[in-house]
């Protein structure tokens, strides 16, 4: 880390840094002392985090009484220390028949989650800190004292003793349904849902005691607890969605002609709230509680949000000789979150299909082609959900930055900040599906493809308005977008004696096009919207390779005073001989073309193993902060990643990445197609392997059946993305959780 940061620093015209400290580590080596070389890794993970998951299943009943119960429990660890989640689950079914005609069931789930933290940092942070951080920053001593880090950041003091954030939340599901049959063919249903949950979140900021060595006397010193204050905050938070709905079919045949008709109407009630506080300077972290803190610079806030919906809809069905299949659907869908003259909107949609292999001209193909079906459909659907609840309403805020000073007391200020739109409308998404569906050699290959275009008109995007006006921008409908693509999933089973097996491929493509935008552009960063190009394209810069030489500098387009060899060079896009702002152009998109699986599964005399790959064959990401630039972190001073070696010098002129520099050289970290890389992959995301215990086994321990299972996860992976870094993940900015390998032992037993 020294010696490049020293040649970092001539690259930039400063002076070496480590000289006389490099000369000393090389005669005198690291002593965990006055010079270190930390394991950040060893001291953040704990290698393995441990996961137990239990589950049980019961049901009995009689013919006009069925129960089933179910429970559950998951404790699983993480990477880093007090890094933990637990889960209960609790789910009850009855069902009912309380006449010949008339049926009620009951559905109860109970859930309870405990996720716990460390307090002064997530665990996605700590990790930045701990890819991130230099060997030569103090760690830990090896009397076990903490050292500083960076600025007082040591990531494994903060997972350890940097407090603890619990997060609890307890949610109830409880649904009740009437089922009637009062004729032949027409059955009515009444049905009530409730979903709840109160979820408490403490976070309790604790400080760790930071050391330092005194050289002189030879022994540590107490330098500062970090961070200077402790604090607690307590948020408590309830979510609620009750759901109504009723609902009426009927079903008749005339001779070989079919129909079903069904007709329903439901609503929807939505609210959450919740309170939050925080105090700082507790009396003691051993008292983590509201009350423990100082009432100067305390906070609380709190608040409510709603939103309701009602349906309308209906069905109908009908098949002629189960040959030839038609349905019509309508939905008339009202929302809060518009003005009332546009609560409600229409959303009809129809559907076709015709099984090919029930023609009598068929029989001379069945035996090749067992089941044969074309169909198509074409409909819309309504989009309403927006990142707020009230759109159309001008919103106030209110809170310390708008308190204002007046008459010698401080008054609480309220501030316009976001404007608004009463004359939005639902987004409605246009969808079209044309599919065939076949099943082949006595039903053992079975082929499905689609071809799919989706339209979204009336687009609920925020305007442009001027940065001078001070209000966030409302959301208005404006242009449309379409997803066209197709899917094609091949399957194939077969039996050899004892062994089975079974095969499962699928593949489909999806593209992404803003067709309308009335002419706009929306650009967001490293992001634009605009016509012909698919939603949030990566914006930038056009890389054209490293400079090699002055020369090629001096004769090329002006990039900036500071470029010099080594540097990316970048493309002239309007020929003005100047790199600047109008030489963006679109780099790419983030959305994935070619996604495939494979799904292997086989059985033999009571084993069993299955095996899933999954992966995208196109797909194009970016990557930005400590990901690309060595040293470089918005919070403390960085190291490099081990690919990031490869750096241009004159002894490396064919180098993957720039020049090194000590800070974050304005050419090189523009948003730019340097930084994009080949995000496709293939992933071995499940592999199974277990046994089932014969029957003469199980009988004689009087149980019904018995099976043992080893699995893994995230087995692998195959990229040629920036190494270390994950390409299904968008730019994080360097920042982010680490997939895990998690390895299962399991046994199933049935009684």
Request: net charge negative; no cysteine; hydrophobic share 35%.
């Given at each position: 880390?020294?010696?490049?940061?020293?040649?970092?620093?001539?690259?930039?015209?400063?002076?070496?840094?480590?000289?006389?400290?490099?000369?000393?580590?090389?005669?005198?080596?690291?002593?965990?002392?006055?010079?270190?070389?930390?394991?950040?890794?060893?001291?953040?993970?704990?290698?393995?985090?441990?996961?137990?998951?239990?589950?049980?299943?019961?049901?009995?009943?009689?013919?006009?009484?069925?129960?089933?119960?179910?429970?559950?429990?998951?404790?699983?660890?993480?990477?880093?220390?007090?890094?933990?989640?637990?889960?209960?689950?609790?789910?009850?079914?009855?069902?009912?028949?309380?006449?010949?005609?008339?049926?009620?069931?009951?559905?109860?789930?109970?859930?309870?989650?405990?996720?716990?933290?460390?307090?002064?940092?997530?665990?996605?942070?700590?990790?930045?800190?701990?890819?991130?951080?230099?060997?030569?920053?103090?760690?830990?001593?090896?009397?076990?004292?903490?050292?500083?880090?960076?600025?007082?950041?040591?990531?494994?003091?903060?997972?350890?003793?940097?407090?603890?954030?619990?997060?609890?939340?307890?949610?109830?599901?409880?649904?009740?349904?009437?089922?009637?049959?009062?004729?032949?063919?027409?059955?009515?249903?009444?049905?009530?849902?409730?979903?709840?949950?109160?979820?408490?979140?403490?976070?309790?900021?604790?400080?760790?005691?930071?050391?330092?060595?005194?050289?002189?006397?030879?022994?540590?010193?107490?330098?500062?607890?970090?961070?200077?204050?402790?604090?607690?905050?307590?948020?408590?938070?309830?979510?609620?969605?009750?759901?109504?709905?009723?609902?009426a079919t009927y079903t008749k045949a005339f001779g070989v002609h079919n129909f079903k008709l069904l007709a329903g109407f439901s609503t929807e009630q939505f609210s959450?709230?919740?309170?939050?506080?925080?105090?700082?300077?507790?009396?003691?972290?051993?008292?983590?509680?509201?009350?423990?803190?100082?009432?100067?610079?305390?906070?609380?806030?709190?608040?409510?949000?709603?939103?309701?919906?009602?349906?309308?809809?209906?069905?109908?069905?009908?098949?002629?000789?189960?040959?030839?299949?038609?349905?019509?659907?309508?939905?008339?869908?009202?929302?809060?979150?518009?003005?009332?003259?546009?609560?409600?909107?229409?959303?009809?949609?129809?559907?076709?299909?015709?099984?090919?292999?029930?023609?009598?001209?068929?029989?001379?193909?069945?035996?090749?082609?067992?089941?044969?079906?074309?169909?198509?459909?074409?409909?819309?659907?309504?989009?309403?959900?927006?990142?707020?609840?009230?759109?159309?309403?001008?919103?106030?805020?209110?809170?310390?930055?708008?308190?204002?000073?007046?008459?010698?007391?401080?008054?609480?200020?309220?501030?316009?900040?976001?404007?608004?739109?009463?004359?939005?409308?639902?987004?409605?998404?246009?969808?079209?599906?044309?599919?065939?569906?076949?099943?082949?050699?006595?039903?053992?290959?079975?082929?499905?493809?689609?071809?799919?275009?989706?339209?979204?008109?009336?687009?609920?995007?925020?305007?442009?308005?001027?940065?001078?006006?001070?209000?966030?921008?409302?959301?208005?409908?404006?242009?449309?977008?379409?997803?066209?693509?197709?899917?094609?999933?091949?399957?194939?089973?077969?039996?050899?004696?004892?062994?089975?097996?079974?095969?499962?491929?699928?593949?489909?493509?999806?593209?992404?096009?803003?067709?309308?935008?009335?002419?706009?552009?929306?650009?967001?960063?490293?992001?634009?919207?605009?016509?012909?190009?698919?939603?949030?394209?990566?914006?930038?810069?056009?890389?054209?390779?490293?400079?090699?030489?002055?020369?090629?500098?001096?004769?090329?387009?002006?990039?900036?005073?500071?470029?010099?060899?080594?540097?990316?060079?970048?493309?002239?896009?309007?020929?003005?001989?100047?790199?600047?702002?109008?030489?963006?152009?679109?780099?790419?998109?983030?959305?994935?073309?070619?996604?495939?699986?494979?799904?292997?599964?086989?059985?033999?005399?009571?084993?069993?193993?299955?095996?899933?790959?999954?992966?995208?064959?196109?797909?194009?990401?970016?990557?930005?902060?400590?990901?690309?630039?060595?040293?470089?972190?918005?919070?403390?001073?960085?190291?490099?990643?081990?690919?990031?070696?490869?750096?241009?010098?004159?002894?490396?002129?064919?180098?993957?990445?720039?020049?090194?520099?000590?800070?974050?050289?304005?050419?090189?970290?523009?948003?730019?197609?340097?930084?994009?890389?080949?995000?496709?992959?293939?992933?071995?995301?499940?592999?199974?392997?277990?046994?089932?215990?014969?029957?003469?086994?199980?009988?004689?321990?009087?149980?019904?059946?018995?099976?043992?299972?080893?699995?893994?996860?995230?087995?692998?992976?195959?990229?040629?993305?920036?190494?270390?870094?994950?390409?299904?993940?968008?730019?994080?900015?360097?920042?982010?959780?680490?997939?895990?390998?998690?390895?299962?032992?399991?046994?199933?037993?049935?009684?």
């Open positions: 880390h020294m010696q490049l940061w020293d040649v970092a620093q001539a690259n930039s015209g400063l002076p070496l840094t480590f000289t006389a400290k490099i000369a000393e580590f090389q005669n005198l080596g690291a002593d965990n002392f006055s010079r270190f070389d930390t394991d950040w890794k060893g001291l953040v993970l704990t290698n393995n985090g441990l996961m137990q998951n239990h589950n049980i299943n019961l049901s009995a009943g009689t013919e006009k009484i069925k129960v089933f119960a179910s429970g559950g429990f998951l404790d699983q660890n993480g990477l880093t220390a007090n890094t933990n989640y637990k889960r209960t689950d609790l789910r009850f079914n009855t069902d009912v028949a309380l006449s010949s005609k008339l049926s009620a069931s009951m559905d109860l789930v109970l859930n309870k989650s405990d996720r716990n933290w460390p307090g002064n940092s997530s665990p996605t942070a700590i990790i930045r800190y701990m890819l991130g951080l230099p060997a030569i920053a103090p760690g830990r001593f090896d009397t076990g004292e903490w050292g500083e880090g960076w600025s007082n950041n040591n990531p494994a003091a903060q997972a350890e003793d940097g407090g603890f954030e619990k997060f609890v939340t307890d949610s109830r599901i409880i649904s009740g349904t009437l089922n009637y049959k009062p004729l032949d063919g027409l059955e009515l249903l009444a049905n009530y849902s409730s979903n709840s949950a109160v979820s408490r979140n403490r976070r309790l900021q604790g400080q760790y005691d930071i050391y330092e060595a005194d050289v002189a006397n030879n022994q540590l010193k107490f330098a500062r607890s970090w961070p200077l204050n402790n604090a607690i905050t307590d948020n408590f938070g309830q979510t609620k969605r009750d759901m109504f709905r009723t609902q959450t709230g919740g309170v939050n506080a925080t105090r700082l300077n507790l009396i003691s972290e051993d008292f983590p509680y509201i009350n423990a803190g100082d009432a100067i610079g305390q906070s609380l806030s709190g608040g409510i949000n709603e939103f309701n919906m009602a349906s309308a809809y209906s069905r109908l069905n009908y098949d002629y000789k189960e040959k030839y299949l038609l349905e019509l659907n309508g939905r008339f869908d009202a929302s809060s979150r518009f003005t009332e003259e546009n609560w409600w909107e229409l959303f009809p949609s129809v559907s076709a299909g015709w099984r090919l292999s029930k023609e009598d001209w068929w029989s001379g193909l069945s035996n090749v082609i067992n089941e044969a079906k074309i169909r198509g459909s074409y409909g819309s659907l309504g989009n309403q959900a927006l990142s707020g609840y009230y759109p159309t309403y001008t919103n106030y805020s209110t809170g310390l930055g708008y308190a204002y000073y007046f008459n010698n007391v401080m008054n609480s200020g309220y501030a316009l900040t976001t404007a608004a739109n009463p004359g939005i409308q639902w987004e409605t998404s246009k969808i079209l599906d044309i599919g065939a569906d076949f099943s082949m050699i006595n039903n053992r290959l079975n082929i499905t493809a689609d071809y799919f275009r989706r339209d979204i008109t009336d687009m609920l995007q925020p305007d442009l308005i001027p940065s001078y006006v001070g209000l966030g921008a409302p959301f208005i409908n404006i242009g449309t977008m379409r997803n066209t693509g197709w899917e094609l999933s091949l399957g194939w089973k077969d039996k050899i004696k004892d062994f089975s097996y079974q095969l499962t491929a699928n593949l489909s493509d999806v593209k992404n096009e803003i067709i309308d935008l009335n002419g706009q552009e929306y650009i967001s960063g490293a992001v634009i919207t605009k016509e012909g190009y698919a939603y949030n394209s990566y914006f930038g810069y056009k890389a054209d390779g490293l400079f090699q030489t002055q020369a090629e500098i001096d004769n090329g387009p002006f990039h900036y005073a500071t470029t010099k060899p080594g540097d990316i060079r970048y493309q002239d896009i309007n020929g003005d001989k100047k790199i600047d702002a109008n030489d963006r152009t679109v780099l790419g998109n983030y959305f994935p073309r070619y996604e495939y699986s494979f799904n292997l599964a086989a059985q033999f005399k009571g084993f069993d193993f299955t095996a899933f790959f999954q992966g995208v064959g196109q797909m194009e990401n970016y990557l930005s902060g400590t990901g690309t630039q060595p040293f470089f972190s918005t919070s403390f001073q960085g190291s490099m990643y081990e690919h990031q070696m490869d750096y241009w010098s004159p002894e490396n002129t064919t180098a993957a990445y720039p020049r090194l520099t000590a800070n974050s050289n304005t050419n090189n970290y523009q948003t730019s197609s340097f930084w994009m890389g080949d995000a496709s992959f293939l992933r071995l995301k499940n592999v199974v392997l277990g046994y089932t215990l014969p029957a003469a086994v199980t009988n004689k321990i009087k149980i019904a059946s018995a099976r043992i299972y080893v699995s893994g996860q995230n087995l692998k992976t195959w990229s040629n993305y920036f190494p270390g870094f994950d390409p299904e993940q968008k730019d994080t900015g360097g920042e982010f959780y680490p997939i895990m390998t998690t390895y299962t032992v399991g046994l199933n037993v049935n009684f």
